[in-house]
């Protein structure tokens, strides 16, 4: 007659192993693609107060930050998306020089452009700086918040 087995559990090991296997998994796998954006920063270009594109600038100097916006679409009934564009320039130490916002509405098939600016300060750190274009639906205080563009930068020096 045959001796009835014993059931055999997995040991501790085995479990401790599979469930990190399992996790290592999930973390490695890509994250699922959020939707596409509504809107695309087409270009952010630096400028002199003339509208000259330039890319260095001295201390105590006017640099003004061109932004142009696309957003696709069109067709028999156009949607309107209001957004917030936030333009941000940080020095080459990291600290923020800048950081300017406006409101607007754009609607599917328009371009958009617009400029805001700032003076370099006359203490400026001497070196590379970054703008950095970021678009949403409202403040990032708020529970609603969405991006609505791609953000895009550009850089400066300042000599």
Request: net charge positive; glycine share 6%.
């Amino acid at each position: 007659m045959r001796k009835p087995q014993k059931r055999r559990f997995p040991s501790a090991l085995w479990v401790i192993s599979l469930t990190l296997l399992v996790l290592l998994t999930l973390s490695i796998a890509p994250p699922a693609r959020a939707a596409p954006y509504v809107i695309t920063i087409v270009s952010v270009e630096t400028t002199d107060q003339a509208g000259n594109p330039r890319n260095v600038f001295w201390r105590g100097e006017l640099v003004m930050i061109k932004v142009k916006l696309s957003c696709p679409g069109g067709g028999y009934s156009p949607v309107s998306y209001p957004y917030i564009q936030f333009v941000r320039t940080t020095s080459p130490d990291l600290r923020m020089v800048y950081l300017g916002f406006m409101s607007s509405t754009i609607s599917s098939g328009e371009n958009q452009s617009s400029t805001s600016g700032f003076t370099v300060p006359l203490t400026a750190t001497t070196g590379q700086y970054k703008v950095k274009v970021m678009l949403s639906n409202t403040l990032p205080s708020n529970p609603q918040f969405q991006a609505l563009a791609e953000p895009k930068q550009t850089t400066f020096t300042v000599i």
